[in-house]
């Protein structure tokens, strides 16, 4: 699985929208992006994933460069329960294909 | 809405004693995985399980760890002996089917080896 990059840790005004970066430049073809996000001392939430089009549910907006070697998570109005660690992960589309989880990024809504 | 189950929630234990930790996945959820999660770190897959069979454990320390899956139902993972270096949260997750299923993660059971 191609590996990505998100930045460590990044701060949102509640209310506001957060915006979450990841770069995936090696993605190949049939690879999917995911995002999961994990509050504190809880398991991984799925949010939303997507191939090569724009998706969106009622969590967030998936975003992805149409050379699909970037996406961005965007959560439209932060509150403080969306504080958490954002991962970004790729992932193949078939097979016995898994999540291999990076650091993520640590997303911290202030009031 | 069905929720993968974990049991226990904390568990501490001393260094060469043996562990066990129990998941339950979502009624009718074919796969089953098993992560460990070090403090700081993402979650790693230690075995992959499709119905009852092992499709993946290549992460698995199999010395100490066991996992069994016999029904193809729920799961135990065992630890034996502990050692320092196992604390750390386990994680089981578990998806319909395999390939890019969505995987839906229980709430994990918190080890501290002493």
């Known amino acids: 699985d191609a590996k990505t990059t998100q930045p460590p840790s990044m701060d949102c005004a509640e209310g506001r929208a957060a915006n979450l970066p990841c770069n995936h430049s090696t993605i190949s073809g049939n690879e999917y992006v995911y995002w999961y996000r994990q509050i504190h001392s809880q398991g991984p939430q799925y949010i939303i994933h997507?191939?090569?089009n724009n998706e969106t549910n009622e969590m967030a907006s998936l975003i992805i460069t149409e050379d699909r070697k970037s996406s961005t998570l965007i959560l439209p109005h932060a509150t403080l329960r969306d504080t958490a660690v954002y991962y970004c992960i790729v992932r193949v589309g078939s097979g016995y294909s898994t999540l291999t989880f990076g650091k993520g990024t640590m997303l911290l809504v202030s009031p | 809405e069905a929720e993968v189950a974990q049991s226990p929630r904390y568990k501490i234990t001393e260094k060469s004693q043996a562990v066990a930790f129990w998941c339950d996945p979502i009624s009718g959820h074919a796969t089953l995985y098993w992560y460990r999660q070090i403090l700081g770190q993402g979650p790693e897959l230690l075995v992959q399980f499709q119905d009852e069979s092992v499709v993946d454990d290549s992460q698995l320390p199999k010395d100490r760890f066991s996992a069994e899956r016999l029904k193809g139902v729920d799961s135990t993972l065992k630890i034996q002996p502990a050692e320092l270096g196992d604390s750390a949260m386990y994680l089981c997750?578990?998806?319909?089917?395999?390939?890019?299923?969505?995987?839906?993660f229980g709430p994990g059971t918190r080890l501290t080896v002493l």
């Open positions: 997750a578990s998806s319909a089917n395999r390939g890019p299923d969505t995987q839906y």
């Open positions: 997507g191939l090569k």
